[in-house]
């Protein structure tokens, strides 16, 4: 009997591993560089071949350099596809065979583009490989050995004197492939401070506010676990820092709001939560997700070496909803609260995977 529960337990096991998939972040910079193999630059020469590179593609000597435009990678692996901008030119006499839709998959047979009118697999490497280099990653692929259908099809269309052939090495090529955004660990915590004027502001009103795990305070310091799930810029332009816990706001002998779950969006410049005002009825109960704090222009510091993105001491405002939701909880519907008005400052370091 405990020999078939093993069993079982190292299948599904097995079935867990297998169905778990890697975490792909997607790319937003960097570039792709092929530099041609003397000998082929040779071979086309001889047979009054030109390459060209157009439409954001650039060519120097035998170095060919294609922006990254796209795709995605899991970086901390150095596997997925990158998608290159620009187009390859192989022109002659007899006609020009353009290479467009130019991808870098991080595999043996590694560049595939649309020849023609097909997507197909351009060269396979004879050496491939693939290194963290700060939030990105790079791939390189040497000895690129034209594909039996590529080469058909040059010779085709272009009619050399002399065919291409299957294997034929057309050079190296290196990708340094920079994420648009790029996953965050779920380890360090962030860090929000209270106004002393907005503190002072909910006493008046009879109200404290108290940390709920695993969320933490000390006076007017409260401190998030940040949860996994956020993805951020690398320069901290865009993208959502989550964190854990949540703050309870308790007035005495009356309402009780909690905002869940604090988030930042550094692209729409919010800090959000998930409010929830007791008791219900009269008070709505759990709402949907509404940016409690406008977050107010703010420093950004990256260590690509380290990964980390971090912001200190960026200023909070109470934003429109925060101020209506207070005041409904704690105001007795007048204008306590106002839009704008300061409500403390917010910092962490978020760890990229």
């Excluded at 000895?143 to 002399?162: D, E, G, M, W, Y």
């Excluded at 005002?277 to 109960?285: C, H, K, V």
């Amino acid at each position: 009997m405990k020999a078939k529960i093993t069993i079982a337990a190292l299948a599904l096991l097995f079935i867990c591993a297998s169905q778990a998939q890697a975490k792909n972040d997607p790319l937003g910079s960097g570039q792709t560089k092929l530099v041609l193999d003397k000998a082929f630059l040779s071979y086309l020469a001889k047979n009054e071949l030109r390459l060209v590179a157009k439409q954001g593609a650039k060519r120097h000597a035998e170095t060919i350099t294609l922006p990254i435009a796209g795709g995605s990678m899991d970086l901390a692996k150095g596997k997925g596809e990158i998608a290159a901008e620009g187009t390859l030119l192989i022109e002659g006499k007899h006609g020009a065979m353009p290479f467009r839709k130019i991808t870098v998959k991080t595999k043996k047979t590694p560049l595939v583009a649309k020849v023609g009118g097909s997507q197909l697999k351009v060269a396979s490497a004879r050496q491939i490989s693939s290194q963290r280099s700060g939030f990105g990653s790079t791939f390189k692929a040497s000895a690129l050995a034209l594909t039996a259908k590529v080469a058909t099809r040059l010779n085709k269309k272009l009619r050399p004197r002399v065919p291409f052939q299957a294997g034929q090495v057309l050079g190296s090529l290196s990708s340094n492939a920079q994420p648009a955004l790029i996953s965050i660990e779920d380890q360090g915590r962030a860090t929000l401070v209270f106004d002393p004027g907005f503190l002072a502001k909910l006493e008046s009103r009879f109200v404290s506010l108290n940390p709920i795990f695993p969320a933490e305070h000390q006076g007017a310091t409260f401190t998030f676990p940040i949860a996994a799930g956020g993805e951020l810029a690398p320069d901290g332009s865009q993208g959502t820092l989550r964190t854990g816990g949540a703050v309870e706001a308790l007035q005495l002998h009356g309402a009780q709001l909690f905002w869940h779950e604090p988030w930042l969006d550094l692209g729409a410049h919010q800090a959000s939560a998930e409010p929830e005002l007791l008791p219900s009825p009269p008070y709505p109960g759990k709402q949907p997700r509404t940016a409690i704090f406008d977050l107010d222009p703010f420093a950004v510091a990256s260590e690509p070496k380290q990964r980390t993105i971090s912001v200190a001491g960026a200023p909070l405002a109470l934003s429109t909803a925060g101020a209506q939701e207070l005041n409904e909880a704690f105001g007795e519907g007048k204008g306590i609260f106002t839009a704008g008005e300061a409500g403390g400052s917010v910092g962490f370091v978020a760890v990229g995977e």
